[in-house]
């Protein structure tokens, strides 16, 4: 996922984390590119990846991309998987004070 820390959102993101992934795993794995307000560019040309990863709810500061505006050309140009986490921002908030206080 691309949450993780460092966060994976540019080709050097994606190419450090594979290397990484390279030096440790011993089975197959693949990793998503975190789609921002300002990363367009890198989500149609990212490779290897999985895919797409839009985090439309809360989430960690940059991946959070909850405005149609932004939303919109990266559903009209990508030909590829986009996965979105798209949980209401009330709801979270409302679920949050009742388990966090």
Do not use: W
Not at 22 to 51: Q, R
């Amino acid at each position: 996922m691309p949450n993780t820390r460092p966060l994976t959102l540019t080709q050097v993101d994606l190419d450090d984390k594979l290397q990484r992934a390279a030096n440790k795993c011993l089975v197959n794995y693949g990793f998503f590119i975190g789609a921002t307000a300002a990363n367009s560019l890198d989500l149609g040309t990212a490779h290897p990846t999985c895919g797409i990863k839009i985090f439309m709810g809360s989430s960690d500061g940059a991946l959070l991309v909850s405005r149609e505006e932004k939303l919109e050309p990266i559903f009209a140009t990508r030909k590829r998987l986009i996965a979105v986490h798209a949980e209401g921002q009330a709801r979270i908030i409302e679920r949050r004070k009742q388990f966090v206080g």
